[in-house]
């Protein structure tokens, strides 16, 4: 598949880390040095629907298509307000499609999963025009009284849209290592008369360290795998495109693959971890302000609660 477009949107509202240390134990000294977050857009006055309309509208005007050109829209959502239908139908609505739509929650590293399935939906004659959008709002997940999580995050959408214009994708890999205990949320359920025991509601419970260490050594092996796959040296990579959880361990990866920083884009600074939005939103930052030409050879790659990781080596020829 190639991609035609791209688009993403961040809400209105920004915390900058001074204003975070007035509502807690913490101050930008902190949260800058241990993660590179300087300030993050957070979900108030807008729901998660309006962003991910407009990461959807703006990739459609990217792609010059309209939206009823669609053939299928695969949505990458951790946490939203509707438990169901899924996000996707939603949005699909909301921008004028009509194709059918799925939700899939791989974590941070869903636009990556979604990618993989709508790959194989262009490749096996299911739809010659997929939309991926991830939509997140991983606020909502942790306990904003914990301070060792909730700095982490903010909410985002981004989307990408594909066609079946040539064979862009030179390689893919997925991986899933059941671990839930290092990275996981649980929410309160409905009682019915005949349960036992209750549900609670769990804020997120994160092993930070061990969160590290899982995604600097599954993202490095991921990365060269592809590479491999793909038949791509070092020197032929024009960008390294990958999750954006902590500029330490962006910083890590890049040390580990022995390669120059500035192959290594970033938004975390102004954006947070924006779970499983992170990827496409950098990529269209890098559309937007012009920093690819056609034929430029991409790597992607993310990890996240699972714990899933995800990586592909792709041409941009747009
Ligand atoms: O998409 C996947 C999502 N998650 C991740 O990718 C997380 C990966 N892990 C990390 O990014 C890092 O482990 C963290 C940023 C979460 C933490 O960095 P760290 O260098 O591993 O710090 P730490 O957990 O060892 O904590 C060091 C200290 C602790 O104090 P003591 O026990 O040493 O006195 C914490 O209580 O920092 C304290 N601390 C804070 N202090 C000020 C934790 N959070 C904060 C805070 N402000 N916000």
Redesign the pocket.
Known sequence: MKIIGTGSALPKFEATNDMLSQI????DE??SS??GIKRRHLLSEQDLTEIGVEACMKALDNAGIAAEELDYIICSNTVNEFITPGLGCILQGQIGAKCPCIDINA??SGFLYGMQIANSFIASGVAKKVMVVAAEEPSRIPSWQD???C??FGDGAGAVIFSDESNDVLSMRTTTTSAYEV?YSKRAMEQHPFQKEETKDVPLV?N??E??KM?VSNSQEDIKAVMKDANISSDQVKYFVL?Q??I??VDAIQHFLGEPKEKFPTTIDYTG?T?SACIPILLDRLNREGKLSKGDVLVMSA???GFETAACVIKWNK
Do not use: P
């Not at 807690?24 to 101050?27: A, G, L, S």
């Open positions: 807690m134990d913490t101050d902190w949260i241990r993660t974590a941070c301070r060792s999580t700095v982490l990275l994160m930070g360290r969160v590290f995604a999750h959880a902590n330490r361990i971890n779970s990890f996240g609660a």
